[in-house]
C-alpha cells in the first residue's frame, strides 16, 4: 500500500493539469502545495471557486457543461456588465452559477484522510465526504454547499430585467468572499491540525483550537449546487 500510494503521487504530479484553465487555482494554490508537501496527502483536483455563465440547448435536458458554450467565467468577483455581455451571447438557455471550492486529496491512510475530512467540516465545507476504491484509493473530498444556479435566458432572450441581473451579481460576489474565508480557514485549520499530528501527544488537537464559521443566516439556508 505505501508503495502504491507513492506511486500514484509521484504519477499524479508529473500529470500535465487537465483542467479547462490548465493550472491551479491562485486563490487556493497554497492550500495545494501544502497538502503536495506532505507524505500522506496529494490533491488529484482543485477549484477555487467561480462564477460561470454557461448557454445549453434550448428545450434541452443535457446540462453536461461540455455540451455548452461557455459565455463567462472567473475565480474573482464579477461585474454587472460582465454578465450582461456574455449574456448578449446567448443563442439557447443560459445559466447563471456560482461553484463553491473543491478540493480532493488522495490519502495514505484512512486517519489521514479522516484528518481532512474534520478539518473541512470544521472550516464551513459541510458537504465534504471520504470515499475507499477498489485499488485502495482513499480520497477525502472537500467540498462546500453555498451554491447559486439561475436561469437567465430561454431561446437567447433574456427573462429578467437589468435590476435582477444587478442583484445576482451581489449575491455571487457575496458568495465568493464567503468562499474564499473558507479556503482561508482550512488553510489555517489544516496548518494546525498537521502540526497537532506531530506532536507526541496528538490529543492536545481539540475542536477549539479549529477556527469555526460563523453561522450566517446564508449558512443555515445553504443548498447543495455543485456538480459533481
Not at 490529543?203 to 446564508?218: A, K
Amino acid at each position: 500500500m505505501e508503495k502504491s500510494f507513492r506511486q500514484w503521487k509521484k504519477q499524479c504530479l508529473n500529470k500535465l493539469d487537465q483542467s479547462k484553465k490548465g493550472s491551479v487555482d491562485r486563490d487556493i494554490e497554497h492550500v495545494v502545495s501544502l497538502l503536495n508537501s506532505c507524505e500522506e496527502f496529494f490533491t488529484t483536483s482543485s477549484c477555487s471557486g467561480r462564477t460561470i455563465l454557461i448557454d445549453g440547448a434550448p428545450d434541452s435536458s443535457d446540462i453536461q457543461k461540455q455540451n455548452c458554450a461557455w459565455l463567462f467565467v472567473s475565480h474573482h468577483k464579477c461585474t454587472f456588465d460582465d454578465l450582461m455581455s456574455g449574456l448578449s451571447r446567448s443563442s439557447g438557455d443560459a445559466v447563471l452559477k456560482f461553484e463553491p471550492a473543491v478540493l480532493h486529496v488522495q490519502c495514505r491512510r484512512l486517519e489521514d484522510a479522516q484528518l481532512v475530512h474534520s478539518v473541512a467540516v470544521n472550516s464551513g465545507f459541510r458537504n465534504s465526504g471520504l470515499t475507499v476504491g477498489k485499488m485502495g484509493k482513499i480520497i477525502s473530498a472537500v467540498r462546500s454547499t453555498h451554491g447559486l444556479e439561475v436561469p437567465l435566458t430561454h431561446n437567447g432572450k433574456l427573462l429578467v430585467d437589468h435590476q435582477y441581473i444587478h442583484f445576482l451579481t451581489q449575491i455571487a460576489n457575496q458568495k465568493m468572499e464567503e468562499n474564499l474565508k473558507r479556503i482561508h480557514r482550512f488553510y489555517q485549520n489544516l496548518q494546525s491540525a498537521l502540526s497537532a499530528e506531530r506532536l507526541p501527544i496528538p490529543e492536545q488537537l481539540s475542536s477549539l483550537e479549529l477556527q469555526h464559521p460563523q453561522n450566517t443566516p446564508e449558512a443555515e439556508k445553504e443548498e447543495e449546487e455543485r456538480n459533481k
